[in-house]
């Protein structure tokens, strides 16, 4: 199985409710990263979550993570239509800086107007 | 600050053929990554520069691929001859220089690459 798998793998809901992507990874990490990617375009780096951090925010959005279960979540608030898009995790492992990511396959994301 | 470019958006080639896709990374970033995203699987790495010289080259698929990074600026990956298994979304970013410990890595758009 995969480094960094999220669930579920799709998500549709209405715009104004929340939704939570979840994410698990096997190995120790140095932090674990949420990225967004709109359908056709690049990915946009949305908040770094640090291997000793339990918890961070920013804006509408909310990340969580429990290096004990090896899992994270986000969580996107007051959901909008232009928050559709695939979301995926990466994992930096805590052997060194600047390494690779792991990525996982991604959660795709419909929010209906 | 300009972000992550990459070189074409699109290609479209036949099995065969010799393909260059491009990456200019952000001023001053040391480290510079190409990623790609094949048949809607995940994004696997390829492989790391820092400045001029091959970090982790691990993940590359085999020896038709060639990565380069003269000067320390650009960089680009060359896949020759491709195969229909090329076929994806080839993803470049780069981040800041080693010694940033939180490896936040800032991408660019894509090259879609699809081999006929």
């Known amino acids: 199985s995969q480094q960094g798998e999220e669930d579920p793998q799709a998500l549709s809901i209405q715009e104004g409710e929340n939704a939570t992507m979840n994410c698990s990874y096997k190995t120790s990490i140095n932090n674990l990263q949420w990225y967004r990617q709109n359908s056709g375009r690049g990915l946009v780096h949305l908040i770094l979550i640090r291997s000793n951090e339990r918890e961070k925010h920013s804006g509408r959005l909310r990340v969580t993570l429990d290096t004990s279960k090896k899992s994270s979540s986000l969580l996107i608030t007051a959901s909008r239509a232009a928050d559709t898009a695939s979301y995926f995790c990466a994992t930096a492992d805590r052997s060194g800086s600047a390494r690779q990511l792991t990525f996982g396959s991604g959660t795709q994301l419909t929010v209906l107007p | 600050e300009a972000g992550v470019t990459q070189f074409p958006s699109h290609s479209v080639i036949e099995k065969g053929q010799t393909v260059t896709l491009r990456c200019d990374p952000i001023?001053?970033?040391?480290?510079l990554y190409w990623y790609r995203r094949v048949m809607g699987k995940e994004i696997k790495f390829l492989l790391h520069f820092v400045k001029e010289s091959k970090q982790d080259e691990s993940g590359m698929p085999n020896n038709r691929f060639l990565a380069e990074r003269t000067g320390g600026t650009y960089s680009t990956l060359k896949v020759q001859p491709a195969e229909l298994e090329d076929s994806g979304v080839y993803f470049c970013?780069?981040?800041?220089?080693?010694?940033?410990?939180?490896?936040?890595?800032?991408f660019g758009p894509g090259t879609r690459l699809t081999v006929l």
């Open positions: 970013a780069s981040s800041h220089p080693t010694g940033s410990s939180y490896n936040e890595q800032f």
């Open positions: 001023s001053g970033h040391d480290n």
